[in-house]
Nanobody, 123 residues
């Protein structure tokens, strides 16, 4: 079973940046699609970004395209989400998740989840 642990959340002003990290316990980490989702109060969990096992393929929601960058370090069993030009609408709990390929957007298809990290963007 893959265990995931997010870190790097916090409070930032609009226009600022944060870098989220997600460390995995499983040595087969490199075989998984890794994704970031977020959930704001009163809203459903939504897809943010994903990356293929090799790291060469990335996917983004339109709302973050051009501002967020997902990357992974398979040697360190870690996936990152660099978030720039943050907006108040980005405020949410951010979750890391994994699944066996292929990529899909729907959170119900992801097998393993972290506990989440809070990101708050003030205006």
């Amino acid at each position: 079973q893959v265990q995931l642990r997010e870190s790097g959340g916090g409070l930032v002003q609009a226009g600022g940046s944060l870098r989220l990290s997600c460390a995995a316990s499983e040595r087969t980490f490199s075989a998984y699609i890794l994704a970031w989702f977020r959930q704001a109060p009163g809203k459903e969990r939504e897809f943010v970004a994903a990356i293929t096992p090799s790291g060469y393929g990335t996917y983004y929601d339109d709302s973050v395209e051009g501002r967020f960058t997902i990357s992974r370090d398979n040697a360190q069993n870690t996936v990152f989400l660099q978030m720039n030009s943050l907006k108040p609408g980005d405020t949410a709990v951010y979750y890391c998740a994994s699944k066996i390929p292929p990529f899909v957007r729907g959170p119900d298809h992801y097998e393993y989840w972290g506990q989440g990290t809070q990101v708050t963007v003030s205006s």
